[in-house]
């Protein structure tokens, strides 16, 4: 299956999927509180970052899915959207030990360095450019946005830099292009609200018609602190002349 149909079969099934019973996720118990707010969740993970312009567009559909369901979400800031590449480190595929996480990204640091300095030397600041599906929940932890690649050509330089950053640290998943909008409180819903969260995340969806796009350059490794604070390291931009300094000294930032 390629990534699009892939992408496709996905978002269509997370539309459908109703709950009948509302559970809160065990994910969910590790980055948000009872007293909504966001928890420390620390680990290392590749985005692309967002213009302004497209974090804007982003976050009028999350105005749109608050105006129906904000008792139900805590949003993230407009400054913390982006469509993430590729997880590395972190707190599930480590362990909780701070050091242990930094000791395993330092193992696969100079490798992603290495795929960033190639990405740079193949693409440059080419282009990519995604068209917006609209907002799902594939569970009760997040609601985010799916996006689909315009062309055949992005789905090849998506799948791409998914699959060798695989090579380096597997997640063993497929890749979803996605920008997480907000976390569910921990609270169990009424029906009700259940229903009315599905039917607006699809209205949403129906009425659209966007895109967001960004050059290879805004591709960056990045550690985060939690869901709402993520901080660069070093991008597919630097590559070009210091990458090697960058890859041995961001560790220790």
Known sequence: MSLKQDILTKFEHQQKAVPAVWSISTPLKDKVSEDDSYLPFYGYTSVFQLTK???KKCGEILERVMAVSGDMLIPLPYTSFHITAHEFANEYTVSKDYSEIDEANGKVLENIGELFHSLEEKYGDKKVSLRVLGPSTSGSDVVSIKFLPDMEEDEAILSEIFERSEAIWPVRRTYMPHVSLGYFKMKNFEKNAI????????NISNSLNMKVSF?????????????????DLYSVADMDTFWRDKCLSSVNM
């Not at 229903?195 to 699809?202: A, I, S, V």
């Not at 050059?215 to 901080?231: A, K, N, P, T, W």
């Open 195 to 202: 229903d009315d969260l599905y039917q607006n995340l699809k």
């Open 53 to 55: 312009e497209d974090q």
């Open 215 to 231: 050059s290879i350059g805004d591709l960056v490794y990045q550690r985060h602190f939690s869901m709402e604070d993520f901080r």
